[in-house]
């Protein structure tokens, strides 16, 4: 029996491959051993810095039989193929969010993580933040007693898209705000209502960022199944000046109380004197997600546990964000896939 | 030095108490009667202002030196009494919302061109120091276009006047609180809204006929977009909360009236906090020129003395609950309603 899992990244396009390549080589049973990425520089700049193997071909890495899992921080569009190759490889497989384009892709993907036995694991970093799993306990508890409406905010500074430029190439990416932004939040909705959302209305606005191809700025809102009202704000509208990178924030009003949560506000304020101009910046001390996210994918391997964010999960969030567009083009409401 | 205005307030409620106070203040005015429903404790108002006492619309009528009559009461009652006054040739401040139809707001405008009076509706929020400041911002062009916003204005449900809580006086909280934040937005996007999705519901007090929750998606001519959250679901200890974020082109403004707390005060028994520019009914200077109410009564009189159109007029005013309206319609039809709003 093993008891150390070893990792290969497939894809590094995606931000968090740092982080979560981080927090894996942090834990004792955990090791990133190889990357694929089909962008050479940035394949090879990941094996440096992790001083691993760089494959040219996803097919390769997936041949090495101590690999048990791989992380998929590819362009969105790419997770769909990579996770087909990973599951006919018998490798378990942690994937960014969102989980796929089409919803379609998304089922296929389940399906065959299934049928092949392996792991799947959406990157729903939320599910394993100390202050979102606190408010999933006070809720459980009956804290506020039943959940009626839940209003969040998921916004990013919007000079953060633009320093990987696959996130504004809709061909990489599958959209913009929308597609990159909504699921968090449609997952801790989903998780806290117990209750999936049976309409969709998203209003779409005019760019902040005229200068990109895809939408910055977008409102939804979330009818669930159980009647409670959800609302998401994912835009990518915080000024480029801004402290922070951004929040994550979810005011939850049930019949006995309210929580309001926001999750990144644990921070020291610094500002040095440089220069007059010089800007107020926030540093975080509080919960590492991607940390707590990663110990439990490599918890559910050797344990052989049912991951806490599944490719359900992942699903049900395309599902929301295809919806999301399909109201924003018509103009209406309407139930998600 | 010519006659001071005469000014009656109608209504002694909670803003009919607060503009009380505030034209004690305004030194081009005298006050001078209040009238109310029940003549005990109108009496006890007056007393507490030295002003008269009335409880009949027609002996108030009758009074020559009352120039602007301040009206208070449940919103539902307003266009009788601001159109009752304005034949009578006396300008009138009217409290916000305007009306709960458009048929009476546009009755009551018409009233005011008809009768050249004055008439202004108490959008006070444009007078906060607080929102001055963000139209002064945008106004520079320090945001850019505004592009996106979110407003949240909330707190407990108003059980200390009872009328908010029944949806034929007060119209519910998506007409007599969003109000504020849409007529504030309109302002400063300097758009017309077009277009509304809204969820208002009863969603925590089951028990009474007024919608206690309110999220309002606007759509603006120009393709901006903003999330309006008027919430009375909040429980009994939640402070009486406004946020606004409003992020542009060329950068973003944040406000939230829970942070900037000049002065707290904490005992065994509680905790409060006081902003005491902005809470007239605690003014710790007199005058106390940062207070919004103060301050919108004082831009109407001057809108009488120098014939100007004031700020908030009957026009503002009607926009703002034309998207209320709207608002509602949406949330009953669950679909986005287009401006401009036709009633029935």
Known sequence: MVNKVRFGFLGTAHFHADSYGRAINQLPDGEVVAVYDDDERLGKEFAQKFNIEYYKSPDDLLKREDIDAVVITAENVKHYHLVVKAAEAGKHILCEKPIAVTVEHADDMIKRAEKAGVKFQTCYVMRYHSASVLVKNLIEDGAIGKVLALVGTNKLNCSLPLLRGWFTRPELSGGGAVMDHTVHLADLIRWYTKSEATEVYTEIGKNINPKIGVEDNFLTTLRMENGAIGHIDGSWSYAAGLYTWGDVTLEIIGTEGVILLDAFRQNIYYVGMESPNDKLTWYYYGCDPDLEMIKSFIECILCDKEPIATGFDGRQGVAITIASYESAKIGRPIKPK | ?344
């Open chain 2, 1 to 344: 030095m010519v006659d001071k205005l005469g000014v009656a307030v109608i209504g002694y409620g909670f803003m009919g108490t607060t503009h009380l106070s505030a034209w004690k203040y305004i030194e081009e005015c005298e006050l001078k009667a209040v009238m109310g429903r029940t003549l005990e404790k109108v009496k006890e108002v007056a007393k507490k202002f030295e002003v008269e006492a009335y409880t009949s619309l027609e002996e108030l009528l009758r009074r020559k030196d009352i120039d602007i009559i301040d009206i208070c009461t449940p919103t539902n009652t307003h266009a009788k009494y601001a159109i009752t006054f304005m034949e009578a040739g006396k300008h009138v401040f009217v409290e916000k919302p305007i009306a709960l139809s458009l048929k009476d707001a546009d009755e009551m405008i018409r009233s005011a061109k008809k009768n050249r009076v004055k008439f202004m509706v108490g959008h006070v929020l444009r007078f906060f120091p607080e929102y001055m400041k963000i139209k002064e911002i945008i106004d520079r062009g320090m945001i850019g276009e505004p592009v996106i916003a979110r407003a949240f204005r909330g707190g407990p449900i108003p059980e200390w006047s009872p009328w908010f809580l029944d949806k034929s006086q007060s119209g519910g909280v998506a007409i007599d609180l969003a109000i504020h934040d849409i007529d504030f937005l309109m302002w400063v996007f300097n758009q017309r809204v077009e277009s509304v999705y809204a969820k208002v519901e009863r969603l925590v007090h089951k028990d009474i006929t007024a919608e206690d929750y309110a999220l309002i998606n606007l759509r603006f001519e120009n393709g901006g977009i903003a999330l309006v959250e008027a919430n009375w679901a909040l429980p009994k200890q939640f402070p009486f909360t406004m946020k606004l974020e409003i992020d542009g082109t060329k950068g973003m403004i944040m406000s939230d009236n829970q942070s900037p707390v000049p002065v707290k005060l904490i005992t065994n028994e509680k905790v409060a906090s006081f902003a005491p520019e902005t809470l007239p009914w605690r003014p710790a200077v007199h005058p106390f020129p940062l207070d919004p109410y103060y301050r919108e009564l004082k831009h109407f009189v001057e809108c009488i003395l120098e014939d100007k159109t004031p700020m908030t007029d009957g026009e503002a005013a009607r926009n703002s609950l034309e998207v209320c309206l709207a608002a509602l319609k949406s949330a009953e039809l669950n679909t986005p309603v287009r401006l401009p709003f036709k009633e029935g």
